[in-house]
């Protein structure tokens, strides 16, 4: 099992152009995660999907669209990227709240 | 005040040393308590989960205090490999998670 993947590790973007990253998990979690942690804090959650299909905010959605694709896959998209979006980006997975979340192994990003 | 706020540390002890963190969180409805441990540039991993009548795993032992609203990390007898930054998490509402900003320690020979 591989766990938790996110591709790219890593990318730099110029302001103002989107990507999309990328994060899969093969453990059936029903509970899926996008956090960014920046130099000195905590991670904070981004966007959060309890189950195929559903989304929600968390505490800095701002900037960001997120897409659960199917069980597995759950991805982060910035359309127009700022350097206040420059951080690591973690995904994660839970079987539900009350359990442990599994993380990626992050992808470092930065915007120019 | 914040959500979830952890000791500033940085906490310096040399090996055998017993340490201890504290995290409060502001909303009385949480459920779900973890300490997570993450090494320089790596993910965050699961230490341990929190439970209401506190609970112990080999040198580690958590606790929780709902009245006084935090949780609490114990290490015993530290290890040079127990080096890393510890945080906290508690959960806002279902799956909104709130993370501390993290206690690093130091544990020297």
């Known amino acids: 099992n591989a766990g938790v993947t996110q591709t790219p590790k890593f990318q730099v973007l110029k302001t103002g152009q989107s990507m999309t990253l990328q994060c899969a998990q093969d453990?059936?979690?029903?509970?899926m995660y996008w956090y960014r942690q920046d130099p000195g804090m905590g991670l904070r959650l981004i966007y959060y999907?309890?189950?195929?299909?559903?989304?929600d905010k968390g505490e800095v959605p701002n900037g960001y669209n997120v897409s659960r694709l199917n069980k597995r896959e759950f991805s982060l998209r910035l359309e127009s990227a700022a350097p206040s979006q420059t951080s690591v980006y973690f995904c994660?997975?839970?079987?539900?709240?009350?359990?442990?979340?599994?993380f990626g192994p992050g992808t470092r990003l930065t915007v120019l | 005040r914040k959500e979830v706020e952890q000791d500033p540390g940085p906490f310096n002890v040399p090996e055998g040393a017993t340490v201890a963190f504290n995290c409060t969180y502001s909303n009385s409805a949480s459920q779900s308590f973890f300490w997570y441990r993450q090494d320089c540039r790596k993910e965050p991993k699961l230490l341990m989960s929190v439970y209401s009548s506190g609970n112990e795993d080999g040198r580690f032992t958590a606790q929780l205090n709902r009245a006084s609203q935090y949780i609490s990390l114990l290490i015993r007898d530290s290890k040079l490999s127990d080096s890393a930054t510890y945080l906290c998490v508690v959960n806002m509402r279902g799956l909104d998670m709130r993370f501390g900003a993290g206690t690093r320690l130091t544990v020297k020979p």
């Open positions: 994660a997975s839970s079987p539900d709240p009350y359990n442990e979340q599994f």
């Open positions: 453990m059936n979690h029903n509970s």
């Open positions: 999907s309890a189950s195929e299909g559903t989304t």
